[in-house]
């Protein structure tokens, strides 16, 4: 495994030995040697990906950064290594990949001009730029100026191709576009666009019934965040929206994207993710924490020899293939995402950070009030 900072690294060897947060129930040598099998493989593509594109990508860039971001930021047991975080090879590579891949745009961005992807792919972005700890410049300015010229009427953000799972909820675009003007926007405009923006948002979502895994989570974080940054959340609605999640748990202990799907590690992952992030670290209660270790179980017995989860693309492809030297030929990207998300769970189970979904620039902000 190449290191990503020898302190970080170290930091985590130890941790993974010591950390009593993890129940006795998963076993920690287990949860410690998957965790590291996963970031190696992901170490490894983020590394590889540049050799083959130029483009930015939420499958090499944002997700992988996610993952290796728990426990490192915010007040978790690493939280004191956040410099050694933001200085690793693997986060300097990604924050200097995005900002390359979008600082040739800044008039389109500006303009709210097309972007490949559209308002997804720059949200992604601006979420990657954030987790990496980029400080406000033109780029994320223009990002957030570009989101906010290509909000929809509604409220709603977009994207440019239906490619299940990852592109296919406007829920869950317009969530990660929530996050980025959060993070950035109020070093790039004035307040009160942003609340503006974000109360449409809220009212659009409001009226939408989720269809898909990617759609609920999506609904979940995006009305939490809202609810966080203007003081107004509706917590009967907030928690039917969580019962609903915990509801869709399978047997097996994951969670599917689709009804008539197997439990995938992808949304078995995201799952983990966002009720840790709307639950915080009060889950003393059985009802709570039980859904969260059968679902690390789940993600333990499925994790490949590799350190990946396989699981299937239902996306046309709209690229010619390349091998980026991940597992899983056809299948590399999602199942990449699906690694990320993944990891993410573990190493969130492990630190019990309780807020793994939120920015470290809008924690300290509010925490400023």
Request: charge should be negative; charged fraction near 20%.
């Amino acid at each position: 495994m190449k290191p990503i900072c020898s302190r970080l690294v170290c930091s985590i060897v130890i941790l993974l030995g010591v950390s009593l947060s993890a129940s006795a129930q998963v076993p920690r040598d287990r949860l410690g040697d998957g965790i590291a099998r996963a970031t190696e493989l992901m170490t490894k593509g983020v590394k590889n990906y540049p050799e083959h594109r130029s483009c930015f990508s939420c499958h090499h860039q944002a997700l992988p950064l996610l993952a290796l971001s728990v426990g490192s930021l915010g007040e978790g047991p690493l939280g004191s290594d956040k410099a050694d975080f933001y200085g690793s090879p693997t986060t300097k590579q990604i924050l200097e990949f995005t900002e390359q891949a979008f600082s040739n745009k800044l008039d389109t961005l500006n303009s709210g001009g097309e972007i490949g992807g559209r308002a997804l792919t720059v949200a992604y972005a601006l979420w990657t730029m954030d987790l990496a700890g980029s400080p406000s410049n033109k780029t994320t300015s223009a990002m957030v100026e570009s989101l906010l010229k290509t909000q929809g009427q509604e409220g709603a953000w977009s994207f440019q191709s239906t490619r299940p799972p990852a592109a296919s909820s406007k829920l869950m675009t317009t969530a990660i576009a929530v996050y980025g003007l959060r993070s950035y926007g109020h070093d790039a405009t004035d307040g009160d666009r942003l609340k503006l923006a974000m109360e449409k948002s809220l009212a659009w979502s409001l009226e939408q019934s989720a269809a898909s895994h990617e759609d609920l989570v999506g609904q979940i974080w995006l009305e939490h965040m809202i609810a966080g940054e203007l003081g107004n959340g509706d917590e009967a609605r907030a928690e039917e929206l969580l019962t609903r999640l915990r509801q869709l748990q399978r047997d097996d202990g994951g969670w599917a994207q689709e009804n008539e799907l197997a439990s995938d590690a992808y949304a078995t992952g995201q799952a983990v993710m966002i009720l840790s992030q709307v639950q915080g670290r009060d889950r003393k209660e059985q009802e709570l924490t039980r859904p969260v270790e059968r679902a690390v179980e789940f993600l333990l017995k499925s994790q490949q020899p590799d350190g990946s989860w396989h699981v299937a693309s239902r996306s046309k492809p709209v690229q010619v293939f390349f091998n980026n030297g991940d597992p899983h030929g056809k299948d590399q990207f999602i199942s990449m995402m699906a690694t990320s998300w993944a990891t993410a769970a573990l190493r969130e189970f492990r630190y019990q950070t309780g807020q793994p979904l939120e920015s470290v620039r809008v924690a300290n902000r509010l925490q400023a009030r």
